[in-house]
């Protein structure tokens, strides 16, 4: 059985993050940007609020594998292989070859029937045969991905893959939004946190519907712990802790700051809180009138320590 773990989480909640953490681990094999295995055809009622490239992907009835390949975005992954003086990631020394990539996915596809399934299986499977490079320890069962927002199809997910789960990464959404804010072409506030909050409920619902299968993390506790925490997560799926959890890395060499996968460059507690304090009183006070119904739920209604300093 094919063995999955999907990390998803909402714009700069740490689901890059959590990915770098993983990255170097004895037992998983890490994608090594975001998966980004959504398609073209994906339309529904989510489409107009997220990008279809993050999505669970939706494959054509009438088509052929050589062209599922194809239509799989991976947009990070794609240009990084095609065209790698225009990705952010050139510095990093990466050996595969996109039409080798293509071949392992038609191979892994040979004699299996056109599900979606077995097509997303074929893509990570490709993925991690056609790195040449990879910094392998031979104890690899389990396969990681990361699309962000992604968990609004955890049922999906956990429906096409019997050996998949889905990670989701919460943030505070104050801090989140501060560094949502850096982007060259940044969402608006009303935008980011209906967003937040959507993730979050999804999140919350799919937990409920398929325990087990979908997990809810938080960034603040990841980042205190992360062997901890993100071994405990292990645990569940049958993978043993590793210190390397405690550093992230990519292709297993370790990142002074995790960039340029994501705006969260310093994982710690001090950062996070720091971050969030960016904001002006009244960018906090909304995003606390718009988020209120899940604060508590998810532990953050003190996070700024308003509640403190009025008593």
């Known amino acids: 059985m094919f063995k999955f773990v999907m ?17 170097g681990h004895p037992e998983l094999f890490s994608y090594p940007f975001e998966s980004q295995p959504g398609t073209k055809y994906v339309l529904d009622h989510l489409t107009s609020m997220f990008p279809v490239k993050y999505r669970w992907p939706i494959f054509p009835l009438s088509g052929e594998v050589a062209s599922d390949y194809e239509t799989i975005i991976d947009e990070e992954c794609k240009v990084r292989l095609k065209t790698p003086q225009s990705s952010k990631f050139r510095d990093y020394p990466m050996e595969m070859n996109d039409k080798d990539r293509k071949a392992h996915f038609i191979h892994h596809m040979k004699g299996k029937e056109r599900t979606r399934g077995h097509l997303v299986e074929a893509f990570f499977r490709a993925s991690a045969d056609a790195w040449k490079d990879y910094n392998r320890s031979g104890r690899e069962h389990v396969h990681v991905g990361y699309s962000p927002i992604i968990v609004v199809d955890a049922d999906k997910i956990v429906k096409d893959l019997p050996g998949g789960h ?5 943030r505070n959404p104050w801090s989140a939004y501060a560094d949502t804010k850096k982007r060259a072409l940044p969402l608006p506030l009303y ?41 405990g997560f292990l645990a569940k799926i049958g993978v043993g802790k590793s210190e390397t959890l405690a550093r992230p890395s990519w292709n297993g060499r370790v990142l002074e700051q995790v960039y340029p ?7 710690t507690v001090a950062a996070n809180l720091a971050t969030a304090n960016e904001l002006s009183a009244a960018e906090k006070s909304e995003i606390r009138a718009r988020t209120k119904s899940l604060l508590s739920i998810l532990g953050y209604e003190s ?4 509640e403190r300093r009025a008593a």
């Open 7 to 23: 990390i998803s989480a909402m714009y700069e909640n740490g689901g890059n993050t959590t990915q770098r953490l993983l990255d």
């Open 166 to 170: 889905v990670l989701h990464v919460v």
């Open 191 to 231: 935008h980011y946190i209906m967003g937040w909050c959507i993730n979050q409920q999804a999140a919350l619902t799919y937990s409920e519907m398929y325990p087990g299968r979908v997990h809810v993390l938080r960034f603040e506790d990841i980042v205190v712990n992360p062997v901890e925490v993100l071994g």
């Open 261 to 267: 996968w994501g705006t969260v460059r310093t994982p």
């Open 303 to 306: 996070f700024l320590g308003e």
